[in-house]
């Protein structure tokens, strides 16, 4: 409640911040992370980081500029973007993961609303409803095959491990990155084409709830890309999807909860069936 951090841990991944302890006594009102380091913004706007240097945890190259301003920040698995509150972004981490940002830097000096991230790449999208995306080519540092798609419309981009993938404001969803983690979609496109109202990834493959209630998935099968086996259970109804690392649940408006994919990572529910057949809320 006041504001300060408390971390423990493997300390060479961000469970040691003593080097910036005098940084997080108080004022801190978010914490995000990358895979091996921490960054803290603190209610005046600035960032204080903290772990594996090559990971995110020595911002010092850009710290000028995260001193005061900083809105969001978003971690991939080895770099961090923080979104300012004048709409430019900065980066910082492992250059392979989208830490340095230099070649579409003229496009993030103003107008981004939001980052997300696959493990080694980010992807911006701007008021203009335009993506900008950098990092690692294969995991959808690079958008150039859907570029024309990209240019405006845009109100959603979800990532997962390799891929993204993009509601437009006509409800109709792009996608781009690995192919095999669901970066390709052209085997459910007719379906992708309207109505999309939400999209949720695991790792390796991707869900979008429809505006009439179905689910459509792509992707890698075992990872829930292949939703055959409970089919006629997301015809309809479904309110929310929420993802594993290898596994979806959907929850149904009857309280219900539909699961599918990797059957050690929660696809396979049957031990729980007759727990899940009503009043469910919320899945995590």
Do not use: M
């Not at 973007?81 to 981490?93: E, L, M, Q």
């Not at 995306?133 to 240019?151: F, H, I, K, N, R």
Request: include cysteine.
């Amino acid at each position: 409640a006041n504001g300060s951090v408390v971390t423990w841990g493997n300390a060479d991944k961000g469970g040691n911040s003593s080097a910036v302890a005098p940084l997080l006594t108080e004022g801190v009102v978010q914490v995000c992370h990358t895979a091996r380091a921490f960054a803290a913004i603190k209610a005046n706007g600035s960032v204080v980081t903290w772990g594996c240097v090559r990971s995110g945890g020595d911002s010092s190259a850009v710290a000028p500029l995260l001193a005061e301003g900083v809105a969001q920040v978003c971690g991939n698995q080895f770099a961090f973007a923080a979104i300012k509150a004048n709409g430019s972004v900065v980066t910082w981490g492992s250059a392979f993961s989208g830490g340095n940002s230099s070649v579409v830097a003229r496009l993030l000096t103003e107008g981004v609303v939001q980052v997300c991230g696959t493990a080694n790449a980010f992807a911006a999208i701007k008021a203009n409803g335009s993506v900008v995306t950098w990092g690692y080519a294969g995991c959808g540092g690079d958008s150039s095959t859907v570029a024309p798609l990209l240019t405006e419309g845009v109100a959603q981009v979800c990532g997962n491990a390799c891929a993204f993938a993009a509601i437009k404001a006509n409800g109709s969803v792009v996608t781009w990155g690995s192919a095999s983690h669901g970066g390709d979609s052209s085997a459910v496109a007719p379906l992708l084409t309207e109505g999309v109202a939400q999209v949720c990834g695991t790792a390796h493959a991707f869900a979008a709830i429809k505006a009439n209630g179905s689910v459509v998935t792509w992707g890698d099968l075992v990872s829930g890309g292949d939703s055959s086996a409970v089919a006629p259970l997301l015809t309809e109804g479904v309110v929310q999807v929420c993802g594993t690392a290898n596994a979806f649940a959907a929850i149904k408006a009857n309280g219900s909860v539909v699961t599918w994919g990797s059957a050690s990572h929660g696809g396979d529910s049957s031990a729980v069936a007759p727990l899940l057949a009503e009043g469910i809320v919320q899945v995590c």
